[in-house]
């Protein structure tokens, strides 16, 4: 029976995976089961409901938006289902919006303080807010909707007065009513499609940034391992060097008692050694200071890819709750499952054929062995990923089931004598929703087993059918090479197969794809400030890419943020000339800061001055100007170059601070007084020195 179980969440899982939904015409989804949209409008606010007892209210509001949809979706697409039910419903569902609206912008708000300041790679857009300035009433769709059914109703009378139903008039009549409703059930089925559709993409995106982020913590993971073999290898030849220079000091100390002085030779000798010694003890300690680097990387990386693999899991887990209630699946999934794992076993032995046949060819080159290796690597990697993909189906199936169970408990438990008759009528209709899907999940399962069953039947004679039945029920699950064969491999491929122009097309594209992905998860890693994995992320970014200046840029503010602000140069200085002749004020302003902090107070200016001319707004470049005029005595300059700095942007403290130490040295005491309780008023911190050269208590 574990292996029908299993079966089943199999194939609910295919269904999910291989149609997306892209066989759901508007028409079919226009005409669902209106309980069954309105159950999953319910199960939305009772999510909201949880998420705003967290005081989660960004996330209540995002589900409170999805329920309303959907609510609206039955009022504009069901008119005669349950008037008075539905209407009540949207209005408690767009007053609980409103109730936490104000919340949920200052929340969001708040969260975005710490939006990245990393450049966007080309094609990567900035995530849109969530949370709209206001709550719109009616959609202008229902607006056309309802025009559309007026149109439709007109139609209508004018069609049932013609007496001759097989006229031309009445053909017309017909056409031009088919294509309404066409019309009309495409604007109703939108909202449905466009959750569906955000859900998908959002799915594919976490996978894809998910399997970005492993070949980050994978390349870390290889990192860390060579930098350990790097440092045993210190370590030895360390060892080395002390008992050369015990022995050494042995023999010197015997020379000095023997004729009291020490050879010259011997002395240069030790010196040398202990030169090397002294490498190989800053050596030792650049390779602690990686490994711990490395070990924070690792576990930031590792922590990441949790993050993304448990959001898609729960985008996963939406998806499932809403094709399976909504009734979105296509009758012959469970089939197409049991193909395709034919597929994958006739692949898999296909390549177990081909390897073994040029294993024995003496006349094989070592290309058409390596190609051979990868693909049955590759067969045996895609059957893993599908067998992981149905366990987690299978735990969302029992997850959908427990939700059924709790949402059942839920509806009785809220049931009372003197409830309203509205609140009563919701109640029942719910509970028979929840009834039906129980019964629907068990009929799933049994038609599961007796697919199975007959899939098993079938495979008695066939190897590929044999081998699909095992592969579904993981009696068969094939083990893959490590992580360093596997990239041993890959590097073999790479260096010794040639290319074809369509392959390179491909692979640029892939590289493409990949650097998006990471760039986006570093801007992630970055906010949560994991500077450690978003400097990994972004060098693995440069590695595959060395054109990628908005990437060294983003690697430099990384470096500043993790306190070495002369590497974070090095990598602003390069992004310029790799920019070639395009304008990149940042990076100027970016590289004259660093060298501000590393004291280079020439080359800062320089740079600082240069961002100006690209970009004369930038207040914080005066501030730092100022700064510099300051330290060499030039006052007026420094003077300057704050006030310019307040006329850019009245919000900062820092021009306010320093203007009140100038006018402090210049004993004008009053205004130095008011510009430093403007630098207070704008969040500086208190200067209890300053503050008593003042006198201000």
């Known amino acids: 029976m574990t292996h029908l179980r299993h079966l089943t969440s199999t194939l609910l899982g295919l269904a999910l995976l291989c149609t997306a939904l892209k066989a759901q015409t508007p028409e079919q989804l226009a005409q669902l089961d209106p309980k069954d949209i309105y159950f999953q409008a319910w199960l939305y606010t009772k999510d909201a409901e949880d998420l705003e007892k967290k005081e989660d209210y960004v996330g209540a509001f995002t589900k409170y938006k999805k329920a309303r949809t959907l609510f609206d979706t039955v009022m504009v697409n069901y008119p005669r289902f349950k008037k008075d039910m539905v209407a009540d419903r949207q209005k408690l569902t767009t007053d609980a919006m409103e109730a936490i609206h104000e919340k949920a912008l200052a929340q ?18 900035a995530k849109p807010l969530a949370i709209p300035d206001s709550i719109k009433k009616n959609s202008l769709e229902t607006k056309e909707i309802s025009t559309l059914r007026g149109e439709i109703t007109a139609l209508k009378l004018q069609l049932s007065k013609i007496p001759n139903s097989r006229s031309a008039n009445a053909a017309a009549l017909r056409q031009a009513i088919d294509r309404l409703e066409q019309k009309r059930a495409y604007l109703a089925s939108a909202p449905l499609r466009d959750q569906i559709a955000e859900l998908n993409n959002e799915i594919t995106k976490l996978r894809r940034e998910r399997d970005a982020m492993e070949v980050s913590r994978d390349q870390a993971l290889s990192a860390q391992r060579k930098t ?4 045993e290898a210190t370590q030895r030849a360390l060892a080395t060097a002390r008992e050369k220079e015990k022995a050494l000091l ?6 000095r008692n023997v004729n009291g002085r020490v050879i010259k030779g011997q002395q240069d000798q030790m010196n040398d050694l202990r030169a090397q010694m002294a490498k190989k003890d800053k050596l030792l300690a650049e390779a602690n200071t990686r490994i711990k680097d490395l070990a924070i990387q690792l576990e930031q990386s590792q922590s990441m890819v949790t993050e993304l693999k448990t959001e898609r899991e729960d985008l996963l887990k939406e998806r499932e709750s809403m094709t399976t209630l909504l009734g979105l699946k296509e009758n012959d999934a469970r089939q197409q499952l049991i193909t395709q794992n034919v597929g994958l076993s006739k692949e898999l032995i296909e390549a177990r054929k081909k390897l073994s046949l040029i294993n024995n060819d003496s006349n094989a080159s070592k290309n058409q062995i390596i190609k051979a290796k990868v693909a049955l690597e590759t067969a045996k990697s895609k059957i893993l990923s599908l067998q992981k993909e149905n366990k987690a189906s299978e735990l969302r199936l029992a997850d959908l089931e427990k939700r059924l169970k709790l949402a059942q408990s839920d509806l009785l438990a809220g049931t009372k004598e003197d409830a309203l008759h509205l609140e009563r009528q919701e109640s029942e209709l719910l509970r028979n929703v929840v009834k039906r899907l129980q019964v629907q999940i068990k009929a799933q399962k049994k038609t599961g087993n007796l697919l199975v069953a007959q899939a098993t039947r079938m495979g008695i004679k066939d190897e590929a059918w044999s081998q699909a039945v095992d592969q579904l029920t993981e009696a068969y699950t094939p083990t893959l090479n490590d992580i360093e064969a596997e990239a041993a491999l890959s590097h073999s491929v790479t260096n010794r197969i040639s290319t074809t122009p369509a392959e390179r097309l491909a692979a640029q594209a892939d590289l493409q794809r990949l650097t998006r992905d990471l760039d986006r998860v570093a801007h992630r890693l970055f906010a949560r400030e994991d500077f450690q994995a978003a400097r990994g992320n972004l060098e693995l970014i440069i590695e595959e890419d060395p054109g990628a200046w908005p990437s060294m840029v983003n690697l430099g503010i990384v470096q500043n943020r993790l306190g070495d602000p002369s590497e974070a140069a090095k990598n602003f200085k390069q992004a310029i000339l790799v920019a070639g002749e395009q304008k990149v004020p940042y990076a100027h302003f970016l590289l ?16 600082l001055q240069s961002s100006l001319s690209m970009e004369p707004e930038n207040a914080k470049a005066h501030v730092i100007l100022g700064n510099i005029a300051g330290r060499s005595n030039d006052y007026q300059n420094a003077e300057f170059h704050f006030k310019e700095a307040i006329t850019l942007d009245p919000t900062l403290h820092e021009p306010h601070k320093n203007l009140a130490v100038l006018r402090y040295r210049e004993k004008e005491l009053t205004e130095a007084k008011v510009h430093y309780r403007d630098a207070l008023r704008l969040g500086a911190p208190a200067d209890p020195a300053l503050e008593e050269a003042l006198d201000i208590n």
């Open 228 to 231: 350990l073999r790097q440092l």
């Open 592 to 607: 004259g800061d660093a060298y501000y902090k590393t004291e280079l107070y020439p080359e800062a200016q320089s740079e």
């Open 108 to 125: 969001q708000k708040e969260q975005s303080k710490g939006i990245s300041p990393l450049l966007e790679l080309p094609g990567n857009v």
């Open 250 to 255: 042995a023999t010197i100390e015997e020379q």
